[in-house]
């Protein structure tokens, strides 16, 4: 052996010993790097492991340990009562939209329906005396007080009686057994009991009348006679429809009879009435006109 080869063992071996020290740091930086990573893992782990919080319960639920407390404030616990009468601890209850008023009806109104037409006709016997104020509430109208034109009316009436003529000249008489009187008269304000009226004599000869519609059910009385000849009345609405027609015949003597008629029609329509001499049995057989009310 050479005298250079002592000093290289020497410091083969100085080099040795530093690799040993060298390794023996890098396993110990190794260890505290695993330990470290062991304890972040652990330290994530157990913060995984937390339970979140809790999700806020459905309105009216209770709480942990709430079975036990009576409904209301729990005592030591601050906070509103729920509408269920729970505690939430530091919670106000959730708010509610006040309830809307309810909606009104939306129910449409009925459009109002047009007046149906209708009347009927019947007849009745003439009582002894007729108070003209009494029947007429409506109106009412006499003929024949002082001559063929003396026209009697009803003081501050309705004036839906009409007037419209007919052919055939008139006369007045005064012979009929019925007694006609009113108290509410114009021209003549007052009558206890007449038993005037007016006639036309001949076939096919007779008056017409009309009464104004309102859209309400009225009642006509109609008196009308003849004599020793056979009348025929005849009814109808200007709305048209069927004619209601009646008879009254006597070929010896005069009679009277009295018309009622109920009828309906909307306002400007017109009840049409016709008093015709339908067959005569003398000279001058006739048919009369007294009065007519209205209510």
Not at 32 to 60: K, M
Not at 275 to 282: A, I, L, R
């Amino acid at each position: 052996m050479t005298d250079d080869e002592p000093r290289r063992t020497g410091c083969d071996r100085g080099l040795s010993t530093a690799r040993r020290i060298a390794r023996h740091r890098q396993r110990r930086r190794w260890t505290v790097e695993a330990l470290t990573a062991v304890v972040c893992l652990a330290a994530l782990v157990a913060y995984l492991s937390i339970d979140p919080e809790p999700e806020p319960r459905g309105e009216g639920a209770a709480l942990p340990g709430a079975a036990s407390t009576p409904a209301g404030r729990p005592t030591g616990l601050p906070g509103q009562v729920t509408e269920a009468g729970v505690a939430s601890p530091g919670l106000k209850p959730r708010q509610r939209p006040p309830t809307p008023p309810p909606s009104p009806s939306l129910t449409p109104t009925p459009a109002p329906q047009p007046t149906a037409p209708l009347f009927s006709v019947a007849r009745a016997d003439v009582p002894a005396m007729v108070d003209l104020t009494h029947l007429g509430t409506r109106d009412w109208v006499h003929w024949g007080l002082r001559g063929p034109d003396s026209v009697v009316r009803k003081r501050g009436g309705s004036g839906e009686i009409r007037d419209e003529g007919g052919p055939g000249a008139r006369s007045s008489y005064d012979t009929d057994p019925e007694l006609f009187g009113w108290r509410d008269g114009a021209p003549v304000q007052g009558e206890g009991g007449t038993s005037t009226g007016i006639h036309t004599c001949d076939v096919g000869n007779g008056f017409r009348l009309a009464v104004l519609g309102s859209g309400e059910l009225r009642t006509v009385h109609l008196f009308a006679g003849l004599w020793m000849a056979r009348g025929r009345l005849d009814v109808r609405l200007s709305t048209g429809g069927p004619t209601s027609t009646l008879r009254l015949e006597d070929p010896h003597t005069n009679h009277s009879a009295q018309f009622v008629v109920r009828f309906r029609v909307a306002a400007g329509q017109k009840l049409l009435i016709s008093w015709t001499n339908e067959e005569t049995f003398n000279d001058c057989g006739n048919v009369a006109l007294r009065a007519v009310a209205l209510r």
